[in-house]
């Protein structure tokens, strides 16, 4: 059997495209972040960008999320322009973030960070917030023994279940994870990337960012590399995890 450090996400017949990224361009006031970037993210697949430390991954997100103005390009969302559409509308619309440094209310109890994940959906009717609700409780065990704890007090990876957890509760079509495994021990990275494919399996297409790439191509069905600000190569993720200028520059060699 093959184990679950060297499992490769296996090929799979993808939807037509949910987003698409048209040429987009995005400053910190005169510095350039990102450039002319472009890619697509298949409807009910996993789509990563991977890329070394500063190469543009969590601008880009920001930016789909509505977080960064467009200085050039455009977003596409099943088929509809988004590029200046706010962040809480496209919350509505079915794309949420999971952000880096999971960014819980550490004040609140898991319970009330979850529900703070259905606050801005149309349909807020107790038994659906409680049925979404018992969902994450399903794909996370720990939260649901944690439901009454302060989110502060809880341990990174359980902080970080609860970031996707609570994006979760807002129904997305798209969910946006940037660096889910980010500061995690090996075993929690694992379990991590177990409920992510669990995620998609369910309908949710995800977009991933990650530095751990390894698990990322393996995780992805499609997947782009990201160097200073430009989308500089793509292809299946089975197919990046095996190309060896790949494993030079972000898999530490032959893996």
Do not use: W
Request: overall charge neutral; hydrophobic content about 40%; glycine content about 10%.
């Amino acid at each position: 059997m093959t184990s679950p450090e060297t499992s490769t996400a296996p090929e799979r017949t993808l939807g037509e495209p949910l987003l698409v990224v048209e040429g987009l361009c995005v400053n910190y006031g005169r510095i350039e972040a990102i450039r002319n970037v472009g890619f697509q993210v298949p409807e009910r697949g996993i789509a990563t960008l991977i890329g070394a430390n500063g190469a543009g991954k969590t601008t880009t997100l920001k930016t789909i999320s509505g977080l960064r103005p467009v200085r050039a390009g455009r977003i596409l969302f099943e088929g509809e322009d988004i590029t200046k559409v706010p962040s809480h509308k496209l919350v509505q619309r079915g794309i949420c973030q999971s952000p880096e440094g999971r960014g819980v209310f550490p004040g609140m109890t898991v319970e009330e960070n979850l529900d703070m994940g259905a606050y801005s959906r149309k349909d807020r009717r107790t038994g659906a917030i409680r049925e979404d609700r018992d969902r994450v409780f399903t794909l996370f065990p720990r939260l649901l023994e944690r439901r009454s704890q302060f989110a502060g007090t809880m341990s990174g990876g359980e902080q970080q279940m609860l970031a996707i957890g609570r994006a979760l509760m807002s129904r997305p079509k798209l969910i946006l994870l940037d660096e889910p495994s980010m500061g995690l021990a090996p075993k929690l990275i694992q379990q991590i990337f177990t409920i992510i494919r669990e995620i998609n399996a369910q309908g949710t297409t995800v977009l991933l960012v990650e530095q751990n790439a390894m698990q990322a191509l393996r995780t992805a069905d499609v997947a782009y590399v990201l160097e200073t600000g430009e989308v500089v190569r793509e292809g299946t993720g089975a197919a990046l995890a095996e190309d060896d200028s790949i494993k030079a520059a972000y898999l530490g060699g032959d893996v």
